[in-house]
Each structure stands twice: as C-alpha cells, then as structure tokens.
C-alpha cells in the first residue's frame, strides 16, 4: 500500500548485543507471531466447529478440485440433491460416500485440516513493524528503553520493500472473523490483511506499518535506505558510541539526530545530534 505522504517509516530498537549486530549487518529481525507484544496479533480468528451447511456451502461446493476427475461436477451434484429438499445432513454424508474413496477423510475433517494447515503458517510467518511517528513518548518508553534506545529512518519509495509490500495497520474495535471462504481454499489478500494487518483500535497511537516475509525469526536486509539514526534522549555516551561504530561498518551514512524535550510543553523535537 503506497501512500504520496510518508517519506519515512521507523524502527524503535534498544540498545544490546543482537541489535548492535543487526546495525552492523544491515539487517532487520522479523519476528514470528509469538513474539509480538498483542496476544491477539496475526491469530487466525475461525471458529472450530462448523453447521453441515457451511461445509458444504463454503468448502466443498468450492474446492479447488471440484473440476478434478474425482469432485467433477461435485458442487452441481449438491444443488441438486438440496433442489429436491435433502436436509444438508443427508447431502453431507452423501458426499462423504462419493469422496471418500479419493480423499481418505471426511469433508468435515479436510476442512479441518486446510485450517490447521493456515493456522501454522500463519504461526510462521515474519512480521516488521515500523511507525509514522519517530518521536512518540510511549514508543520511546516501550520500545527505546526508556529513551536509552535509538530509532532507525528508513526511505519510503515506490521502489523499494517498503514501497512495495508495506500496508498499514487498519485499527478497529471489534475483532474481525474471516469466513471459511476465505481461509479453506487459496488464503487471499483478504483473509491475510484481516488478519496480520488488523489490530484493536487501543493501539491506534502507534501508527503501525508491516512488511511480512514467509517465515519469521530471522534478520533480513532493510526494506529501504536507512537515512535516519535518531539516538534516545537518555541514551549513554558509551551507546552512542556503539551505534555509531555499528552503523559505519554497515556501509550506511545517515543523518544521525537526537531527541530533544520541549522547553514548556509535553512533546519532543528532533534535532541533529551535534546540537545536544
């Protein structure tokens, strides 16, 4: 998702051995779900049991093998057999019959199975969270060690990761439940925004953006050009040194700032970091 109005997206990191060998390499973690801070974060939300009804009109009727030798013709066969007023029951356990031979399980448990199987790779899969807001107060308390972090700037351009494959977090108040339609055939864009892009509007301060990958627990080169360093107001010179070092021997030059209170008001400026 592009937008004409973000030039830069950030990372808010603290200052310890894994992230100063992230800076040095250029790289990013990307964490699986598990380690996400929301319990409710990139969680497959279907329910577990289904009415005969839904089976057979969510799943079964559009298989993608109902074109193949075995389900040919498979959804017609049900619309039929409903035409005549068989109860979805009776439908059901007909369908069972003719596909057992040729899949081993019932509708009822391939369905299961489809939906076990998106629920681990969803387990699976790399999520970065960046934000819009390189100065926000609870950011930098949560995420920057109480200031004693930094926060990388990265490019937003049309032509990079970010560019590219960056969406926004769409805040809301009541969590969505894809259908089975969604989630029991080819998981679509649908089915993965409403879930890995979707959050309860309680985190709406944080202006979230996500760039996933396949599989998680794993550094991965920068999604655009690191342009920004801006260093913890409570940062130690001893750190600062750290940074430093570690971002030069990445090969990236960025502009390096510093995080500066307002004088008589709540809030934060950012100023180059020689000017502190």
Not at 45 to 66: G, S
Not at 83 to 111: N, P, Y
Request: aromatic content about 12%; overall charge negative.
């Amino acid at each position: 998702m592009s937008s004409d109005k973000i030039e830069s997206l950030y990372k808010y990191r603290q200052v310890d051995d894994l992230s100063i060998d992230a800076l040095k390499k250029g790289k990013l973690w990307y964490s699986k779900p598990a380690g996400l801070n929301d319990p409710h974060d990139v969680a497959p939300r279907w329910k577990k049991n289904f009415t005969d009804k839904e089976i057979l009109e969510d799943y079964v009727m559009l298989r993608e093998n109902n074109e193949s030798s075995e389900g040919k013709g498979i959804a017609e066969k049900i619309k039929k057999m409903l035409s005549k007023g068989w109860s979805h029951e009776r439908v059901l356990r007909k369908i069972d019959q003719i596909l057992m031979a040729f899949d081993g399980k019932t509708q009822r448990a391939m369905l299961q199975d489809v939906l076990y199987y998106n629920e681990t790779v969803f387990a699976g899969i790399g999520v970065l969270s960046l934000s819009e807001d390189p100065k926000h107060p609870v950011m930098w308390g949560a995420y920057g060690n109480s200031h004693k972090g930094f926060c990388l700037g990265f490019e937003y351009h049309e032509t990079n990761v970010l560019g590219q494959y960056a969406n926004t977090i769409n805040y809301i108040n009541k969590m969505p439940k894809p259908s089975i339609r969604l989630l029991a055939h080819d998981t679509g864009d649908d089915a993965i925004y409403q879930i890995a892009f979707t959050k309860s509007l309680e985190w709406e301060y944080e202006k979230e953006w996500r760039v996933l990958k396949t599989e998680g627990n794993g550094l991965y080169p920068y999604p655009g050009k690191l342009t920004e360093v801006v260093l913890g107001l409570n940062m130690s010179e001893e750190d600062e040194k750290k940074i430093r070092s570690a971002v030069e021997e990445s090969g990236y030059k960025p502009v390096f700032l510093r995080l500066r209170k307002y004088v008589d008001e709540f809030g934060y400026e950012l100023v180059p970091s020689d000017e502190c």
